[in-house]
């Protein structure tokens, strides 16, 4: 392998008088080269060691409502905006306040299209749209006062992603892939899946809302299809066998390894684990999507047969990924941008996820996997209270997640907006609070995992977030 070399000759004169310890050391440095190529190809184990407190999670699947769900028609009852529709909104919420699209506009109060009721022992308040995750509310710790930083889609998603509205810092499941690890080595750590509703306008989700940012890119997500095989060639040619495939991998691996040690970059040491993640996937993969093994009762339980691109099926695969110890597992059901129309579209969406959601919560309890498994619902704003025709548009001064499992406290609603569901006023849930919460629930301290780039020492919750320690079991 040649690598260009440019000396000039101050440079030459300097190491031209190190042969004879370039000598002595060559059998070490050769030595320390083969260790460190075993090293890199070996499960990335996380800086976070040991954890710096006992975790109650183990990994998360985050189930993400792209588009903006509103907290009016879902998780926050609001009769007063019910009295109040059709009437102008109160001045003194709205004035000097940033409103995507109305600015300018009159503002009228727009009741919520949908009817709430209470649901399990612990009578939280959900829409009737919801009964199937209804029936599993006493495991669900509902959030209505969250608030956020940027009122449109992309600069949102980054924001709820990354703890920045700065495009290029690393997404959560890099981070947490990068402090915790793998616990597979024959699957990504951070994997991504994708959905399309029928109900709304799908908004894009780019790839960069699971990129590792400025970490190695060996954390980033690894985007899998809903239909088909989840990545592009995961099986041989005809003609190459696994132990030819082998070979080649090694060979190529080796040939990294030796650049490395001219080039010092990780990014090649990236390369060589992402060869080896490669050809384990190539026996990982079919397995993973080989549904065979799945009982009727759990087909019926999510509501599909897996493989057809569906959300459902997207949750199915993301609990047997989460058997196989991939450690954050995100969702994205594109279908939540109602700006109009929203009374039949939010009851055909809540339809489509529905019944996945509450199955993922059935299924990880009967496994006994809900205990270290966190779920999250949620999507990147809310909506208004007031009326954009006869749909809402966007909003950022309150808004509703839900999350399950992984030492969260089930059959709770924490936090609550005014009376029009326009302001955060209690026990407000910012998003760097959010992600804290989340960190120290798979047992990191959000101010101990950093990552120095240019200068400074950069972390999830950047420079703000405290644990939400309500929330807990």
Same mark, same amino acid.
């Given at each position: ?32 080269? %083969? ?21 109650? *999670?183990? $990994? ?9 769900? #509103? ?53 939280? $308040?959900? *829409? ?12 669900? =710790?509902?959030?209505?006062? %969250? ?38 080595? #024959? ?24 990129? #590792? ?30 132990? $030819? ?74 609990? $047997?990924? *989460? ?33 996945? =959601? ?27 209270? %007031? ?28 936090? *609550? ?54 929330? %807990?079991?």
């Amino acid at each position: 392998m040649n690598f260009p070399v440019s000396h000039q000759r101050r440079t030459f004169l300097s190491t031209g008088t190190a042969g004879i310890g370039a000598a002595v050391l060559a059998s070490y440095l050769r030595s320390r080269s %083969m260790a460190e190529e075993s090293r890199q190809t070996e499960r990335w184990q996380g800086v976070v060691s040991p954890l710096h407190h006992a975790p109650r *999670a183990k $990994r998360i699947i985050y189930l993400g409502m792209a588009g903006g769900p #509103s907290h009016l028609e879902t998780l926050d009852d609001k009769p007063k905006l019910a009295e109040m529709h059709g009437k102008p909104m109160p001045a003194e919420l709205t004035k000097g306040q940033p409103i995507a699209q109305l600015q300018g506009r009159q503002l009228k109060c727009f009741a919520p299209q949908v009817k709430f009721q209470s649901f399990g022992d612990s009578g939280q $308040r959900m *829409a009737e749209v919801f009964p199937k995750m209804g029936a599993v509310a006493d495991d669900l =710790c509902i959030v209505n006062s %969250m608030v956020t930083e940027a009122i449109n889609h992309d600069p949102a998603h980054t924001y709820m992603n990354t703890g920045s509205l700065i495009s290029g810092r690393p997404s959560m499941g890099s981070w947490l892939n990068y402090g915790l690890g793998s616990e597979n080595e #024959s699957l990504p750590g951070f994997v991504v899946l994708t959905s399309v509703g029928k109900f709304g306008q799908a908004q894009p989700i780019a790839a960069r809302q699971w990129h #590792s940012g400025f970490l190695p890119s060996r954390f980033q997500g690894v985007e899998f299809r809903s239909t088909g095989d989840p990545v592009s060639y995961v099986g041989n040619p005809p003609g190459v066998t696994r132990e $030819r495939q082998a070979d080649i991998v090694q060979t190529v691996n080796r040939l990294n390894a030796l650049g490395d040690g001219f080039l010092q970059n990780p990014e090649v040491a990236t390369r060589i684990q992402a060869y080896e993640t490669a050809f384990q996937m190539q026996r990982s993969i079919p397995e993973l999507v080989d549904l065979s093994g799945e009982p009727k009762h759990i087909f019926d339980l999510y509501g599909t047969k897996g493989g057809d691109g569906s959300f459902a099926a997207n949750c199915l695969l993301a609990r $047997r990924l *989460a058997e196989r110890g991939v450690r954050f597992v995100q969702l994205y059901h594109r279908a939540w941008d109602h700006h109009g129309g929203i009374q039949r579209a939010i009851k055909g969406t809540a339809g489509e996820v529905d019944q996945a =959601c509450a199955a993922l919560i059935t299924d990880l309890k009967q496994r006994d996997m809900l205990k270290d498994t966190l779920v999250i619902w949620g999507g990147e704003f809310g909506r208004t209270p %007031m009326a954009q025709g006869n749909g809402r548009d966007h909003h950022i001064k309150g808004f509703s997640l839900w999350m399950a499992g992984g030492g969260i406290r089930g059959g709770i609603t924490h936090g *609550a907006t005014d009376d029009f569901g326009y302001n955060s006023v209690e026990n407000i849930v910012h998003v760097n609070d959010f992600h804290a919460t989340i960190l120290h629930l798979l047992g990191i301290d959000h101010k101990k995992l950093t990552f120095k780039f240019q200068g400074r020492d950069f972390r999830l919750t950047d420079v703000g977030g405290h644990v939400v320690e309500p929330l %807990m079991a």
